[in-house]
């Protein structure tokens, strides 16, 4: 059976991650690490939350939530919240920057063939990706589904090669290059039902499919916005209030999209909350999503 694909259900192709809002327990530790190690800026600030950026696009948003626990061990919520800069040197500036002030916080590298990257936990636990893409000429799609590996990557030899003085000195200097969210990576409970809700229902295309372990989706050709996978998490139920991910912001480029995402959503059972200036739903987990139009 042939089925025709309906562009209507898809997301636009020009659609990207805005910032991720963090329930924290600590705020002037939390800002501190995200300013002065992972070497974004502060942009905004009240007494109870500060917004973080490069480049003057906001990244992290940090929420203080002093009331709330963190999340018991197997719980759904955020694997990593990735941040992607726009040159190497500003990659190996936030990394040298890291290693410097918070090197207890790495955990890790890998060249994934379309990207270059950096692994960290912030002081809540939090998970933290720090990465570089090669140029979309570089990738290859096989069958529809982009070729990702996890490679080794030296990251001494990425310092010694992209590091400037500038970097390694004014590591939150913009002339380095900007920053933004590239993607959000979840831990879920299944993969078939993220494919349900983040394909089928929400209109990302499915990039890669790593069996039942993981899935990886995007709009537009990249290879992925968000991902969802289960090493951590396999089983999981619906979350309850607690410290780490916030909110999930999507971004759209024209209003128009936000409305037909609402009407798709309806039908296919998503309560959704219109404010008139964004949209927001749960995703099975009840992880809190929010669609805008791009400013």
Sequence with gaps: MTTTLDTSSKLAADTAMGPVTLLVANLDTMTAYYRDAITLQVMSAADDSVTL??????????????????????????????????????????????????????????????????????????????????????????????????????????????????????????????????????????????????????????????????????????HHHMAMNVWNSRGAGPRMPALGLGRIDIELPEKDGVGALDERLRHHKVQTRDDGRSLSFDDPWNNLITVTTRA
Excluded: C, K
């Excluded at 040197?89 to 990257?117: I, K, N």
């Excluded at 992209?162 to 000195?169: F, M, P, V």
């Excluded at 920053?179 to 078939?192: E, I, K, M, N, R």
């Design 53 to 222: 950026g490069r480049g003057g696009t906001p990244v992290v948003i940090l929420q203080h939530a002093p009331e709330l626990q963190h999340a018991a061990s197997g719980s759904a919520g955020l694997f990593h919240t990735a941040i992607l800069f726009e040159s190497q040197a500003a990659l190996a500036a936030a990394l040298y920057s890291v290693a410097r002030s918070e090197p207890g916080t790495f955990t890790g590298s890998a060249d994934h063939l379309v990207s270059q990257a950096f692994y960290f936990t912030d002081p809540e636990g939090n998970g933290v990706e720090l990465y570089w893409d090669r140029d979309r000429t570089e990738w290859s799609w096989v069958h529809g589904q982009v070729e990702m590996a996890t490679l080794y990557l030296d990251p001494n030899a990425y310092l010694r090669e992209h590091l400037t003085e500038l970097a390694a000195t004014t590591p939150n200097d913009s002339t380095l290059g900007g920053a933004v969210v590239g993607h959000v990576h979840l831990s879920v409970g299944d993969t078939t039902t993220a494919r349900e809700f983040y394909v089928d229902t929400l209109g990302f295309d499915a990039t890669l499919a790593m069996g039942n372990q993981a899935l990886f989706v995007s709009a537009g050709g990249y």
